[in-house]
Nanobody
Framework: QVQLVESGGGLVQAGGSLRLSCAAS????????MGWFRQAPGKEREFVAA????????YYADSVKGRVTISTDSVKNTVYLQMNSLKPEDTAVYYC???????????????????WGQGTQVTVSS
């Protein structure tokens, strides 16, 4: 069984930065994919970024492209989401997720991901 634990969320002013971490345990493979999603109050959960555990093939939502970097540390079994130039509209609960199978292309949709963390709150004040 895979367990995912997010951390690093908090309150930050607009223009600031945060680095989210997702520590994974259980069945891991360099061929599986990790994703970050977020859900703002009253909105549906949406894709933010994704990467293969091996570190290649990164994908970003247009809304965060250029401001966010996803990366992996296979030694620590941790996935990071570095967020810069944060905006109030980035306020949401951020979730990490992992697939249970290999995809030719790293997926960007929720239904491809089997395991989910509990989420970490990010609040950006204006």
């Amino acid at each position: 069984q895979v367990q995912l634990v997010e951390s690093g969320g908090g309150l930050v002013q607009a223009g600031g930065s945060l680095r989210l971490s997702c520590a994974a345990s259980g069945r891991l493979s360099n061929f599986l994919s990790m994703g970050w999603f977020r859900q703002a109050p009253g909105k549906e959960r949406e894709f933010v970024a994704a990467i293969r555990w091996s570190g290649g093939s990164t994908y970003y939502a247009d809304s965060v492209k250029g401001r966010v970097t996803i990366s992996t540390d296979s030694v620590k079994n941790t996935v990071y989401l570095q967020m810069n130039s944060l905006k109030p509209e980035d306020t949401a609960v951020y979730y990490c997720a992992q697939t249970s199978q290999t995809f030719m292309v790293v997926p960007t949709t929720m239904d491809a991901y089997t395991y989910w963390g509990q989420g970490t709150q990010v609040t950006v004040s204006s």
